[in-house]
């Protein structure tokens, strides 16, 4: 080996112009991978506190019907759940570039069940407790059919009383809800999908429910006038 090769040999050794680049090509894909990864927990964090916000108001929205004078049964129809059921849009605008993107139309995206459930006392020896799931039965007075593809509650049998940690159930409800009077239940279930790797990550499943009493009447029930399907009364209201 000459002169001039070990001398270009040496030069080359202890140069280290390029080990920036190097390393930035080493660390690169890892920090884009965080960087995505950061990108898809924020949109799943925002999805969930969406789907919360989506039963929290249109619970809301249906407890406020309010009662003709002289009367404690209020009702909503079929206008009223379109309406409620139409809000999504305006709660929940990241299903209109969601549901695109899997191929689907925005109300394929989501499931949203309203339903009026109505307790009974079944027994007269209630007092002194606080759990009354075993002295009230819940019977569902209407439950919308027309807007989660058959996951409603169903009229029959009666809803079950389950823990209140128990994951929302569409035929239970938590015990701590159970006593006089009726409610409005809402369910909120969103299948959330990543934008990137969703062929490797399974979806992510959210699921809300909330259960409000009414406020201005001892009942909501349904007025089955103008009825396209998106509810049923159930039989005996």
């Not at 002169?3 to 894909?29: H, K, M, N």
């Not at 695109?100 to 499931?111: N, Y």
């Not at 062929?199 to 009414?214: K, L």
């Not at 001892?218 to 998106?230: K, Y």
Request: net charge positive; glycine share 6%; with cysteine.
């Amino acid at each position: 080996m000459g002169p001039a090769v070990r001398s270009a040999a040496r030069r080359f050794g202890t140069d280290t112009r390029a080990v920036s680049a190097v390393e930035f090509a080493l660390i690169f894909p890892v920090l884009l991978i965080l960087m995505i990864a950061g990108t898809q927990l924020v949109t799943y964090i925002n999805a969930t506190r969406k789907v919360e916000l989506l039963a929290q108001s249109i619970s809301q929205m249906l407890s406020q019907a309010q009662p003709p004078q002289n009367t404690t049964v209020a009702t909503v129809n079929a206008a009223d759940l379109h309406f409620s059921f139409d809000s999504t849009l305006v709660l929940f605008p990241y299903l209109m570039k969601d549901a695109p993107r899997q191929g689907l139309q925005w109300w394929q995206d989501i499931t949203i069940t309203f339903a009026s459930v109505a307790f009974t006392q079944t027994a007269s020896n209630c007092t002194g407790t606080t759990d009354l799931s075993n002295c009230y039965a819940a019977n569902v007075v209407w439950t919308s059919t027309g807007t989660s593809g058959g996951n409603y509650r169903p009229c029959t049998p009666a809803q079950l009383p389950a823990d209140n940690t128990a994951p929302p159930s569409r035929t239970t409800l938590p015990r701590s809800v159970f006593g006089p009077g009726s409610l409005i239940a809402v369910d909120v279930v969103f299948n959330f999908q990543p934008s990137f790797g969703a062929r490797f990550i399974p979806a992510v499943r959210i699921a809300r429910s909330m259960y409000v009493q009414p406020r201005y009447a001892a009942l909501v029930n349904f007025d089955t006038t103008g009825n396209d399907g998106i509810a049923v009364k159930c039989p005996g209201y």
